[in-house]
């Protein structure tokens, strides 16, 4: 039967529950199990056929209410109003949503009750149900599915499969953030969808701060072929972007005519990084040092880089981080990584 699950032949399900009902065999809380899950899959491409099997699942959990463990009876009759709304085309979810409540409440434990409810939450509209708090219950289930009698339940199976889903579907992109411009407007990343987008912490008055040039320079070759840099000021590294943000862009426009946005000035670690970077840093932990002239200036950087708590943090000014134009793919780059090194990387990007 778990086989049957993994290949989606559901037809292996039917055979069983109607030879069961045919035979009039006892029911039991394993043929309810498949019901469900048969009922699920039915109600999904045929309603008229799933009609009778809705009401015959139905029954069964009225037949058996005193004999199943605890929690499961609720569990089971808000499957039974999920299927029942559904072939009605009804999406009201708030009678369900209550039994499933009831279920986890008396059966915190069970993990096939703590999956349902996270299916509860995973398809339910808002705001009754999100994809996040679905995936906080599955995994709750997940451990508790460790037990060696789950080793071949379908409902593990299941349970596994809708983790796997709400990842995906929950899993932050660079597109989810938004920033402050340096002149006090919200930017949405959003907007540059599509888009190969370079990531730059700058500073002023930093031994790296000519990178400007090679910034500037790979801007205007590159802008008008979907290519854009964002430079955010950072004053955490020897205090080297001490000017407001009005002085800092006088100061990039004077000196190195930088024409991409610059954003108000931030953190990029501790505990008021901004989130942009600390979403970059979960996607691209680390970076290289190339030739004995870059490692020995990443290991002075790190005797001197008073703002790094922890292996991913940013090391210092100027380290950049190139994003794919689906947003899918960053690679981080050194400081001491001139802008002219990555540029095959950004021409590869855009060919995309």
């Avoid at 199990?33 to 959990?61: L, N, Q, T």
């Avoid at 340096?182 to 599509?194: F, I, P």
């Amino acid at each position: 039967m778990l086989d049957a699950y993994k290949q989606e032949d559901m037809s292996v399900w039917k055979t069983y529950i109607d030879t069961i009902t045919n035979h009039q065999s006892p029911i039991t809380n394993r043929t309810l199990a498949y019901e469900y899950g048969y009922c699920g899959y039915i109600v999904s491409k045929d309603k008229e056929a799933a009609k009778p099997y809705v009401a015959r699942f139905k029954a069964h959990v009225e037949s058996l209410k005193e004999q199943l463990p605890a929690g499961h009876y609720e569990m089971y009759m808000s499957a039974v109003y999920v299927y029942e709304l559904r072939l009605h085309e009804s999406i009201h979810p708030i009678k369900a949503m209550s039994l499933a409540k009831d279920a986890v409440k008396i059966a915190p434990e069970d993990p096939i009750v703590l999956s349902y409810y996270g299916t509860c939450l995973f398809y339910a509209p808002k705001p009754f149900g999100s994809k996040k708090e679905a995936l906080e219950w599955f995994e709750r289930a997940e451990t508790l599915f460790q037990d060696p009698q789950y080793r071949y339940s379908w409902l593990r199976e299941a349970n596994t499969m809708y983790i796997n889903q709400c990842k995906e579907k929950t899993m932050a992109t660079i597109y989810d953030f938004s920033a402050l411009s340096n002149r006090g407007k919200e930017v949405n990343l959003a907007d540059y969808k599509g888009q190969v987008i370079l990531i730059v912490n700058t500073a002023s008055k930093c031994g790296f701060t000519p990178q400007y040039d090679g910034l500037e320079e790979l801007y205007k070759k590159y802008k008008d072929q979907g290519f854009v840099i964002l430079g955010f000021p950072c004053d955490q590294f020897a205090n080297q972007e001490p000017g407001s943000d009005e002085q800092i862009e006088e100061f990039c426009r004077l000196n190195h005519g930088v024409t991409f946005p610059l954003m108000a000035k931030s953190d990029v670690n501790g505990a008021n990084a901004n989130p942009v970077f600390e979403f970059l840093k979960a996607q691209a932990p680390t970076e290289e040092y190339n030739g004995l002239k870059a490692k020995a200036a990443h290991a002075m950087l790190k005797r001197i880089s008073k703002s790094v708590e922890k292996d991913s943090d940013i090391l210092w000014n100027f380290t950049k981080f190139l994003i794919s134009k689906d947003g899918k793919t960053i690679k981080r780059y050194a400081p001491t990584t001139e802008p002219k090194d990555f540029e095959k990387d950004i021409e590869i990007r855009l060919n995309e």
